[in-house]
Structures are given as structure tokens and as C-alpha cells.
């Protein structure tokens, strides 16, 4: 499964930007699906796990520095997430990548096998 994602950009303190990652196939009825989720990077820090979702919407899981701000959400058939990003700061300034693996059951990056190319979100 091919991810690509979109909707990154430049944008001003308490701005929004809405991230979008879609899968190259949506999850197979009877696999039950996958877990999609968003993590964030800066040159020199370690990847963070910034929210995930699982395929049926439940086991939502949002970053403690984003809660109240940032919105998880999957369309009806599952392939396609989005992150909505509300009053951000200065310290939302990342890469943002989506990755998948079977369930939400951890953040840890080295547990998720399937990435994207990552979408630049500047925020000043």
C-alpha cells in the first residue's frame, strides 16, 4: 500500500491547516483494515507520534501537545485520513508523515512498515 500525503504548507501562529493521507488501496473488508496515523519530524529530533486512528474510527489516539487542537478523522472507506490542525504554533513546525500498520496499538515509529513521503507544515 502506497501512502501519499497532502495539504502541507506555510501558514501563521494560530493558523489551520488540514493534512490529508491517502492509501493506494482501501483495507480489505475482511481483514478487518488498518490503523492510520501522523507523526512529525524536525532535522535532528526523533520521529513523534502525533495522532492515530483505527479502521473503524475507534482507539483514537492524539499527542498530549496537540489535544484540543489537532482532529483525527478517516473517510467511510477507510483509505483515506486526515488531520485537522487548529491554532497552530510555532512548534508544530515539522515534517508530518502518515504510516499504517495492522492496529493502533502502540506509536513507537519502528512498529509501523508502511510510510509516505511526508508533507512540510511551517508554522511562524
Known amino acids: 500500500v502506497q501512502l501519499v500525503e497532502s495539504g502541507g504548507g506555510s501558514v501563521q501562529a494560530e493558523g489551520s491547516l488540514r493534512l490529508s493521507c491517502v492509501a493506494s488501496?482501501?483495507?480489505?473488508?475482511?481483514?478487518?483494515?488498518?490503523?492510520m496515523a501522523w507523526f512529525r519530524q524536525v532535522p535532528g529530533k526523533a520521529r513523534e507520534g502525533v495522532a492515530a486512528?483505527?479502521?473503524?474510527?475507534?482507539?483514537?489516539y492524539l499527542a498530549d501537545s496537540v489535544k484540543g487542537r489537532f482532529t483525527i478523522s478517516r473517510d467511510n472507506d477507510g483509505s483515506t485520513v486526515y488531520l485537522q490542525m487548529n491554532s497552530l504554533k510555532p512548534e508544530d513546525t515539522a515534517m508530518y508523515y502518515c504510516?499504517?500498520?495492522?492496529?493502533?496499538?502502540?506509536?513507537?515509529?519502528?512498529?509501523?512498515?508502511?510510510w509516505g513521503q511526508g508533507t512540510q507544515v511551517t508554522v511562524s
Open positions: 486512528m483505527d479502521a473503524r474510527g475507534r482507539g483514537t
Open positions: 488501496r482501501p483495507p480489505h473488508p475482511r481483514h478487518g483494515g488498518f490503523c
Open positions: 504510516a499504517t500498520r495492522r492496529y493502533c496499538t502502540t506509536m513507537a515509529p519502528d512498529a509501523f512498515g508502511n
